[in-house]
């Protein structure tokens, strides 16, 4: 467990955190009599009938939830699901009714205004569904607003600007108005803004919701990019699964104001665990999400006696006919991280055994037919059995 920090500590040893950012049984009631809507809540009473009793809305439901650092991790729910509501909990846009929310183990729910500004100034930083950018400010200006609250001097604040226009590739409309850029091009200039900070977590808020399927798509593509480069922690807001199961590397999905699933997107697919997580799952690519490691059986030996030879580095050497007892080098050798989709091709192109290895070569399992059809099919018992199959 990660201590708690004196809640004006501005300086702080990281070096050994994992989770950024912790929330902890956070409740979120608006309304004007939120003690009583809270006590219902906590009784296991339903938002309809606090809503019924109290006239009070509940936002937020006894969430807890861990952001790793480095990561992208996705809260993903319908309208009236309490996403955003969480969203602006964790900037302190919003003050949480009960609970504790952790960045870095400091609990800054309870720090005084002055540190919550500076967190949000260095810290934390938003991205908004309407960009908000200042109409009458150019380009540069808009990316360098945030350097401007933390007074940092022109000509700092605008080459700091410039590197994050290059990194999202808008240099050339440094001097242009926010007017003369398309849609997607403006959402570049909010995440250069929220980047120019130089802060450990971005909260993305339906960051791309209000751009054409296309652009889209493209802006997924840059945040990937972008998070590869810079690896960022990242609390992504959405209420599209397939956009979640594409950026999150950790989902959890809302409902009603509560988390009702949460875990990896492999995870979740495999196992929904709730009839409203399982109508998202129905109809997703599970060739293109799933990867070797979610299919393959660690053994190097298959039901009919064939097995894949190791030398003494553990790399494979060749697979040994269980007929025979030749050993030859008519193999497939894919990475843990490959999909299903790319494995299938190959194999299609190049037929015999499917060896997983690692980025030295190792050998780390092997993939029969059935268990990548299983995976393909998203066959739930097939897939969980095949990493013990001999």
């Not at 599209?240 to 949460?262: P, S, W, Y």
């Not at 999400?289 to 064939?306: C, I, N, R, T």
Request: charged share 25%; aromatic share 4%; hydrophobic share 40%.
């Amino acid at each position: 467990m990660i201590s708690q920090a004196k809640t004006d500590q501005t300086d702080r040893d990281i070096s050994t955190v994992t989770d950024r950012i912790e929330i902890r049984d956070v409740y979120k009631i608006f309304g004007r009599r939120k003690e009583e809507a809270l006590a219902l809540v906590r009784e296991g009473k339903g938002k309809s009938e606090i809503l019924e009793r109290t006239q009070a809305v509940v936002g937020v439901n006894n969430v807890s939830l861990s952001v790793p650092k480095g990561s992208i991790s996705v809260i993903m729910g319908l309208s009236g699901s309490g996403k955003s509501t969480l969203a602006r909990c964790v900037n302190r846009i919003l003050e949480p009714d009960a609970g504790q929310i952790l960045l870095d183990g400091e609990d800054y729910t309870k720090c005084s205004d002055a540190r919550m500004r500076e967190i949000r100034r260095r810290r934390i930083s938003m991205v908004f569904q309407n960009f908000g950018l200042l109409p009458n400010q150019t380009v540069i200006d808009n990316v360098a607003f945030g350097l401007k609250l933390r007074k940092v001097p022109l000509a700092e604040r605008h080459k700091k600007a410039g590197e994050m226009l290059e990194t999202v590739g808008l240099s050339e409309w440094a001097s242009h108005l926010p007017g003369e850029l398309s849609g997607g091009m403006r959402q570049r200039v909010g995440l250069a803004r929220a980047l120019a900070t130089e802060a450990d977590v971005l909260i993305m808020d339906e960051a791309f919701s209000a751009l054409d399927p296309l652009i889209r798509t493209e802006m997924q593509d840059e945040l990937l990019r972008l998070q590869n480069t810079l690896h960022k922690t990242v609390l992504f807001i959405t209420h599209d699964f397939q956009e979640a199961l594409r950026l999150g590397t950790k989902i959890a999905v809302m409902a009603d104001g509560a988390v009702i699933r949460d875990g990896t997107p492999q995870e979740i697919v495999i196992d929904p665990g709730h009839d409203y997580v399982a109508a998202f799952t129905r109809n997703v690519d599970r060739a293109r999400l799933f990867d070797a490691a979610s299919v393959m059986s660690e053994s190097p030996a298959d039901a009919q006696g064939g097995r894949f030879v190791l030398n003494d580095a553990g790399e494979v050497a060749g697979w040994q006919d269980p007929v025979t007892g030749a050993v030859s080098e008519g193999f497939l050798a894919v990475r843990p991280e490959t999909t299903l989709i790319e494995i299938a091709g190959a194999a299609a192109r190049r037929r015999g055994p499917i060896a997983v290895v690692d980025a030295e070569g190792k050998f780390r399992g092997r993939i029969s037919d059935e268990a990548l059809l299983a995976g393909i099919a998203g066959a739930k018992e097939t897939m969980k059995g095949s990493r013990t199959d001999a």
